[in-house]
């Protein structure tokens, strides 16, 4: 039997916080620069406000903080990723396509024909898919390789294809008679609940 898309929703929620929690615990400390960029963009906001600069150079130097943010958290960022590929993909492969958040809410990610747990390719797939871990590897891969602009093009297509696909996910999830989101159906899978 099919799991119900709130027992799929839930299951995500209960793993996003769990990676949450991990996450903060292996990058406590590491290279934390927030308070920097949050006084550099309220100084930047305050010009804009006291019409010191155009709508044009705040954006263009908004821009310019982000892009330093993001490359001074290059680390945080592939740990994030790993983690989450670890998790998505490893772990689950390891628990018989259950993550801890599945095993709570008895559901599991099995093989459309076979109806067994996934292999670690598929996992990829789904967990590419899904989970912005695609938009996040294009982030790392060409936040050092290209400029700015470019960067900037190549990481929100990427986001916007990405977010497109999440969408017609839910859509199709919810509305679908077997409740195969596009993840699943480019990976062949199904999430059921937990076979006993």
Request: proline content about 1%; glycine content about 6%.
């Given at each position: ?14 793993d996003?916080?769990?990676l ?6 292996i ?9 920097t ?9 305050n010009?804009?406000?006291?019409s ?22 290059i ?6 990723l ?8 490893v772990f ?8 801890l958040?599945k ?14 747990p996934?292999?670690?390719?598929k ?6 898919i899904?989970?912005s ?7 790392l891969?060409?936040?050092?390789l ?6 900037y ?5 990427f986001l916007?294809?990405?977010?497109i696909?999440?969408?017609i ?7 679908k008679?077997?409740?195969r989101?596009?993840?699943?159906m ?11």
């Amino acid at each position: 039997m099919k799991a119900t898309f709130f027992e799929r929703v839930g299951a995500y929620l209960l793993d996003t916080i769990i990676l949450s929690l991990i996450f903060s615990v292996i990058c406590f400390g590491i290279g934390d620069n927030t308070k920097t960029e949050e006084l550099l963009l309220e100084e930047l906001d305050n010009k804009l406000l006291q019409s010191e600069i155009t709508t044009k150079e705040y954006f263009d130097e908004y821009m310019d903080i982000m892009y330093d943010y993001q490359k001074e958290t290059i680390l945080t960022s592939g740990i994030s990723l790993a983690l989450t590929v670890a998790y998505f993909v490893v772990f689950q492969y390891m628990n018989k396509g259950q993550t801890l958040g599945k095993k709570l809410l008895k559901i599991q990610v099995v093989d459309k024909e076979t109806k067994k747990p996934i292999t670690i390719l598929k996992g990829l797939l789904r967990t590419f898919i899904i989970t912005s871990a695609l938009s996040g590897t294009i982030s790392l891969i060409t936040l050092y390789l290209l400029k700015q602009n470019i960067y900037y093009t190549i990481y929100g297509t990427f986001l916007g294809i990405e977010t497109i696909f999440v969408l017609i996910t839910v859509i199709l999830v919810l509305y679908k008679k077997d409740g195969r989101g596009l993840h699943d159906m480019m990976s062949n899978t199904i999430v059921i609940k937990e076979s006993r």
